[in-house]
Structures are given as structure tokens and as C-alpha cells.
């Protein structure tokens, strides 16, 4: 049931209504049930397994670190979570990725492949709610957040429904404790709440839905679309994967919104940063920062690399000694943020390794790109300056983003050099972009709906975008509001018999 069906809508509605018409002691009870609803209706009801496995070692550890004071059975009962939720990780989503690694290495070396590829389901979100989880247990461990004794409120927290479908990834002493408080009904938070998820119907139904048939039909047959093609499907898989999946955000945070509980933000104008290192700030926020708190930091306080960065230093020079040792250690985190995304290399490299090569170059070259441009004098502060860093970093990303929608790598490979061997700008005016399966009316609507999002997105650089809006008078705000939702109506994929496709996080 995507959360962007008439039936998920449906059923959110007589979930908000109940929820407020409940005691405000059960109102945690009741959510915690639809989450279980929710899973048994999108999933085999055998796969809630999972969660619930994953929920109940966390419990165990959570009670027998908070119950002891040997650090002995502390670092044990955290080293036994950490294996199980991580173990069964890795059953799911990548033991096929190694059986492919191996297999390809047998097949470059002559022979046949080695082992045979296996088969399982794996459950909605498992990526999300094993990252909250798994984090949670860390904290406690270090004594940075609250211990929750009761195993259905940790329940929650780990199975909340919206946020399971594509994340955020939650912090349970940032916004855990709000699932288990009381909260009234308040007509402003609901409304809020609901524009919000208007917005981000706009994006998914108006927006991705129809930039994924130029991207799928260019992506599908790339040999037939060389050059210009490729570049643009390249450029608008940027904005479909971008307004699918912020679109998602919008959806869920509203959503919770309505409900009283704040989650945290996932994106930040990520098409505005002027370097790798600012974008990986401004998208998916929450992965970056749990990825940052629980892998690199941890790395670079670790026995092995306090060595390697004392011996590089001595090697190097301080500067540059401490420099390459964080170097592989942002190595092994980028790696991480890879493969979370899939078991395949062409996420390995196209959200993982290949940022690490970027934001390597870019602390590398940052000190002579400033001598040469203070010789020359250009303010590296311009205007015109950030602009072209805007523009560079852009590109940098999509050609990340061409591998991970790609086939795989080799693949990925071949359409680069399709894209760079051969020039045909002429497709821009003469008619044949019309081909790629949007007629000139629906490639209007998405263009000037991506123009609607850039006037939207430079509006968020000053501030909230709704509180803007909730300053107009009554009649000027509510008819921002019905136009918004006529579009979506009108212009989006919209019915009882009507289901887009899976949100594109939805597979992580």
C-alpha cells in the first residue's frame, strides 16, 4: 500500500481521525498497532518478523547494558545487537552482493561462475528501522540517551510507519520520547501538516512520475540514444530522484506533523551547495549524520587508525599525515553509504567511492585553487564564482547519479562514453525529445512544474516557505493552497484505481 495510493490516504485519514478522539495514553497504542497493520497489508505478514526480531534484541541489549555496571557484559550485550541486526543486514540485502563479486572475479580470470545466487524478502524499511535502532543501542551504551524500558514503546519507535517507508533516519534522544506523549488537537499543526504532504504530492505525482518515462526509456535503450539523450535523462534522473524522494520526506514529516510528532529534516536545497562535502550536508541528511556519529568518528578514534595517523605524521608532515589517514577512513565511510544504498557496485560507486574521490580532490586542490585565483584576482566570494561552483557540483553528482540508475557498471561506463563520443544538441529544438515517450503538453507541465520547485527552492533559502504563506491574508493563502492541490488533481496520477510507482528509497 504506497503511501501515495486513494487507499493509503483513506486509511491515514481514519487513522488522524481516531488518533484524536482516543485518550491521550492510548494515542502511542494506537500507532503502534497501524504500524503493524500497515506492515502486515504492504508486506507477506511473515516478513514483520524481522522488525520484531530486530526490536527485541535491541530490547535485550538496551535492559542488560542499563542493568550493569560491568563493562565487560556491557560491550558484550552491545557486540551481540550490533551482530544481529547488522548479520541479518547483510543476509538480506547483501550476501548476493559478494556471491556477484566473486563470481565476477572467476569470470575475469577464465572460468565459470562459482556460486549460485539466493533468494530472500527482504522486509519494508529494513535499512531505516535498523539504523534507528542500531544507533539507539550505541547511545544508551554511551550513556547519551534515556533508557526506554517498555519493549512496545521501543516498539514504536522502531516500526513508526511513515518512517519506515523511506526514512528519515530517527535519533531516539532527539524525537523519540514525543511518540509516547500526549497530544491534543490543534487545527493549525493538522493544516500545516497537511500542506506539507500537498507538496509533496506535487512533487512525486506532477514531478518524478513523468520525468521516469524520459529517464526509463533513455536508461532502457541507451545505445538507441547516444549523445544529448543521455545527458539530458542524466540530468532529470537528478530531479526525479531528488523530488521522489524529498517528495517522500514532505509526504511522511507531514504526515507526523499532523499527528503532533516532528521528525527531522532529510534535505536542505541540495542543488545549492557549492561543493560535494556542503551537498552530502543538504541530502539525506540523516543518513550523512548517522553515518558520521556511528562509523567515521568511531574510525578515527579507533586504536589503528590513532597509530596510523601518528605514523603518517611523522611520514608526511602533521598536516598532510592526518590528512590521508582521515582519507581512508572517509574511505571505509563512503564505502558504507554505498552499499547501504544496494547490494551492487554500481551504488558503491555512484553514491559511495566516487564522492569520495570528489571530496578527496576538492581538499586537495582547495589551497592551490586559492593561490591561483588570488594571482588572478577573483574574488572567490562572487557571485558569478558560487555560481559556477553551484553548476560544478551538479554535474559531479550526476555522474554519480548515471551509475546508480544505470544497469550496472559496465553499463554505466558505456553510457558515458555514448554521452561524450557523440553531438547531437539539435535534439533540444528539433523535435525528436518528443520520442522519449511525453508528448509536448506533458513535457510543458514538467517543466514549468521544475521551474515551480526552483521558485520554491530560492523562496527556502530565506526562510519557511509555509510561515510565508501563512502571512498572507485568508483568501491569497488558501487560494495558494487550492491551486496547489487542483494541480496535483489535474496534473498528477491521481484515482482509487491509481498507484505510483514505488518511491525510489523505498527499495533501501
Not at 3 to 10: P, Q
Not at 219 to 224: A, E, G, I, M
Not at 342 to 361: D, E, N, R
Request: hydrophobic share 50%; with cysteine.
Amino acid at each position: 500500500m504506497g503511501i501515495t495510493s486513494f487507499y493509503f490516504l483513506c486509511f491515514f485519514a481514519g487513522i488522524l481521525i481516531i488518533y484524536y478522539i482516543l485518550p491521550k495514553r492510548l494515542q502511542w497504542v494506537f500507532l503502534l498497532l497501524c504500524s503493524i497493520v500497515y506492515y502486515l497489508l504492504t508486506d507477506s505478514a511473515v516478513l514483520i518478523l524481522y522488525p520484531i526480531l530486530s526490536v527485541t534484541v535491541s530490547y535485550i541489549g538496551i535492559r542488560v547494558i542499563s542493568s550493569t555496571e560491568n563493562e565487560l557484559k556491557k560491550k558484550a550485550a552491545l557486540i551481540m545487537v550490533i551482530v544481529v541486526n547488522i548479520g541479518v543486514l547483510v543476509i538480506l540485502k547483501y550476501v548476493n552482493f559478494g556471491i556477484y563479486s566473486i563470481n565476477g572475479i572467476a569470470k575475469f580470470m577464465g572460468h565459470k561462475s562459482i556460486l549460485k545466487r539466493l533468494q530472500f524478502l527482504a522486509p519494508l524499511g529494513v535499512s531505516f528501522y535498523t539504523f534507528s535502532l542500531l544507533g539507539y543501542v550505541v547511545d544508551v551504551y554511551y550513556g547519551i540517551a534515556g533508557v526506554q524500558m517498555n519493549p512496545l514503546k521501543l516498539a514504536l519507535y522502531g516500526m513508526y510507519f511513515p518512517a519506515v517507508i523511506s526514512g528519515p533516519i530517527l535519533k531516539y534522544r532527539e524525537c523519540g520520547e514525543q511518540f509516547f506523549e500526549p497530544h491534543r488537537f490543534d487545527y493549525n499543526t493538522v493544516t500545516r501538516g497537511m500542506q506539507r504532504m500537498l507538496w509533496g504530492l506535487f512533487k512525486k505525482l506532477v514531478i518524478a512520475e513523468r520525468l521516469d518515462v524520459i529517464v526509463d526509456t533513455v536508461f532502457r535503450n541507451y545505445n538507441s540514444y547516444p549523445g544529448a539523450y543521455i545527458w539530458i535523462a542524466t540530468f532529470f534522473y537528478a530531479f526525479q530522484l531528488y523530488t521522489d524522494f524529498s517528495g517522500c520526506m514532505d509526504i511522511v514529516i507531514g504526515m507526523s506533523e499532523s499527528l503532533g510528532l516532528i521528525l527531522p529534516e532529510n534535505f536542505k536545497t541540495p542543488f545549492f551547495a557549492k561543493s560535494i562535502s556542503e551537498y552530502w550536508r543538504r541530502w539525506h541528511i540523516t543518513l550523512g549524520v548517522w553515518m558520521k556519529d556511528y562509523v567515521f568518528y568511531p574510525l578515527l578514534r579507533s586504536g589503528f587508525f590513532t597509530r596510523l595517523n601518528k605514523s603518517w605524521k611523522q611520514k608526511f608532515g602533521k598536516k598532510r599525515g592526518k590528512q590521508f589517514a582521515t582519507f581512508v577512513a572517509m574511505f571505509i565511510l563512503w564505502f558504507s553509504v554505498g552499499i547501504w544504498h544496494g547490494g551492487a557496485w554500481k551504488y558503491v560507486i555512484g553514491s559511495g567511492l566516487l564522492h569520495w574521490f570528489y571530496i578527496v580532490m576538492e581538499e586537495l586542490l582547495e589551497s592551490p585553487c586559492a593561490r591561483t585565483m588570488e594571482k588572478m584576482h577573483i574574488n572567490p566570494g562572487s557571485k558569478i564564482i558560487n555560481g559556477m561552483r553551484i553548476i560544478r557540483t551538479f554535474f559531479l553528482v550526476c555522474i554519480g547519479d548515471l551509475f546508480f540508475r544505470s544497469k550496472n557498471v559496465p553499463a554505466a561506463i558505456a553510457m558515458l562514453k555514448l554521452a561524450v563520443t557523440n553531438w547531437n544538441p539539435q535534439i533540444l529544438w528539433n523535435g525528436d525529445m518528443l520520442e522519449l515517450g511525453l508528448g509536448i503538453s506533458e513535457l510543458a507541465i514538467v517543466l514549468l512544474s521544475l521551474l515551480i520547485l526552483l521558485i520554491i527552492s530560492l523562496l527556502q533559502q530565506k526562510g519557511s516557505v509555509r510561515d510565508m504563506i501563512a502571512a498572507r491574508p485568508l483568501p491569497i493563502r488558501w487560494s495558494i493552497w487550492y491551486v496547489l492541490l487542483f494541480t496535483v488533481i489535474l496534473f498528477g496520477c491521481y484515482g482509487p484505481e491509481y498507484s505510483a510507482a514505488e518511491f525510489i528509497y523505498q527499495g533501501f
